[in-house]
């Protein structure tokens, strides 16, 4: 069964570049697999950030695009979250997500506190 | 962007009662919608995809119905792990984006 697994700084200074890493294990990340990432600000509802395919091929939400980098490394079956110029209204649990090609989210990771503080 | 609106916000309900939660769409969705549980601290856990399908291992007092803009999530009989919220999500209006409606608590009465 595939498990994710986010790391990354717990606490980013405002301005600065928010960036977090899902691990991919028991499965490939070159799998048939979109690997996605959704926020959700304390006491709030979810937010999709957006996916990455193995190949490159991203997708990302409108209201984010312009700050929003999703990459992939295969040689680490890992994926990654950059998310550029943030402020307070940034600070969210950040889950990294499985989802089946034409299919949608089926499994999470346990998620991760990013604190947009000075 | 398809807007998704979840009615109520919150939902009290007694051990064993049935619960009804609902879910509209700004835009038809087809079938395209799931169904999410999420327990405080962790994450969501899916229920429901393709409106009715029950995702592996999920009990089967959980239903969904409904397509277009409309749908209902049923809880049969609540139990004590039931108590939680529960989110819908598009995935109709993919790529670009998926998105979640707003989030119903179910909360003991």
């Known amino acids: 069964q595939v498990q994710l697994q986010e790391s990354g700084p717990g606490l980013v200074k405002p301005s600065g570049t928010l960036s977090l890493t899902c691990a991919v294990s028991?499965?490939?990340?070159?799998?048939?697999?979109?690997w996605s990432w959704v926020r959700q600000p304390p006491g709030k509802g979810l937010e999709w950030i957006g996916e990455?395919?193995?190949?490159?091929?991203?997708n990302y939400n409108p209201s984010l695009k312009s700050r929003v980098t999703i990459s992939v490394d295969k040689s680490k079956n890992q994926f990654s979250l950059k998310l550029s110029s943030v402020t307070a209204a940034d600070t969210a649990v950040y889950f990294c997500?499985?989802?089946?090609?034409?299919?949608?989210?089926?499994?999470w990771g346990q998620g991760t506190l990013v604190t947009v503080s000075s | 962007e398809i807007v998704m609106t979840q009615s109520p916000a919150t939902l009290s309900v007694s051990p064993g009662e049935r619960a009804t939660l609902s879910c509209r769409a700004s835009?038809?969705?087809?079938?395209?919608l799931a169904w999410y549980q999420q327990k405080p601290g962790q994450a969501p856990r899916l229920l429901i995809y393709?409106?009715?399908t029950r995702a592996t291992g999920i009990p089967a007092r959980f239903s969904g119905s409904g397509s277009g803009t409309e749908f209902t999530l049923t809880i049969s009989s609540l139990q004590s792990e039931d108590f939680a919220v529960y989110y819908c999500?598009?995935?109709?209006?993919?790529?670009?984006?998926?998105?979640f409606g707003g989030g119903t608590k179910v909360e003991i009465k």
């Open positions: 997500a499985r989802k089946p090609m034409g299919a949608t989210i089926a499994s």
């Open positions: 028991g499965g490939s990340i070159s799998s048939n697999n979109w």
């Open positions: 990455i395919y193995h190949s490159g091929s991203t």
């Open positions: 835009q038809s969705l087809g079938s395209n």
């Open positions: 393709g409106a009715s």
């Open positions: 999500q598009q995935y109709n209006n993919w790529p670009p984006s998926l998105t």
